[in-house]
């Protein structure tokens, strides 16, 4: 049986208990999903052909909305020093001053590089300075 792709999947299922368990409305963690999804089309990997985008929900403040942040991998010739896309999307919104992160989603077409996960833990911690 082949592997079940993006579309394969029903989502509502599991954004409603995402929704439940983390206190975020299901609609909005439906459309973070979806520009992860989104943002995977515009990885930039030549060498690798490993396609990873990046969503985060993302507020300056709490009297703040939240908004979505996207990043997409970017590899470079000298392999492995690309950016990850998690690493490309919460690097973006501390740089335009998005401090909290309230979630997180990820599209690839296989499980990411435990690299990718120990960068995004680092980077987590954010609300630190």
């Given at each position: 049986?082949?592997?079940?792709?993006?579309?394969?999947?029903?989502?509502?299922?599991?954004?409603s208990k995402l929704a439940t368990e983390f206190s975020l409305p299901a609609p909005a963690l439906k459309t973070l999903g979806?520009?992860?999804?989104?943002?995977?089309?515009?990885?930039?990997?030549?060498?690798?052909?490993?396609?990873?985008?990046?969503?985060?929900?993302?507020?300056?403040?709490?009297?703040?909305?939240?908004?979505?942040?996207?990043?997409?991998?970017?590899?470079?010739?000298?392999?492995?020093?690309?950016?990850?896309?998690?690493?490309?999307?919460?690097?973006?919104?501390?740089?335009?001053?998005?401090?909290?992160?309230?979630?997180?989603?990820?599209?690839?077409?296989?499980?990411?590089?435990?690299?990718?996960?120990?960068?995004?833990?680092?980077?987590?911690?954010?609300?630190?300075?």
């Open positions: 049986m082949p592997p079940a792709t993006d579309t394969d999947i029903d989502p509502d299922p599991l954004y979806e520009k992860a999804v989104e943002a995977k089309a515009l990885a930039y990997c030549p060498y690798s052909t490993f396609r990873v985008g990046c969503a985060v929900l993302v507020s300056s403040s709490p009297s703040d909305p939240p908004i979505i942040m996207q990043g997409a991998n970017v590899e470079n010739a000298s392999y492995p020093v690309g950016q990850c896309a998690e690493a490309v999307a919460v690097g973006r919104a501390v740089i335009e001053g998005h401090r909290q992160i309230l979630a997180l989603a990820v599209a690839t077409d296989i499980n990411p590089p435990g690299e990718c996960s120990s960068r995004l833990s680092t980077l987590l911690g954010c609300d630190r300075g």
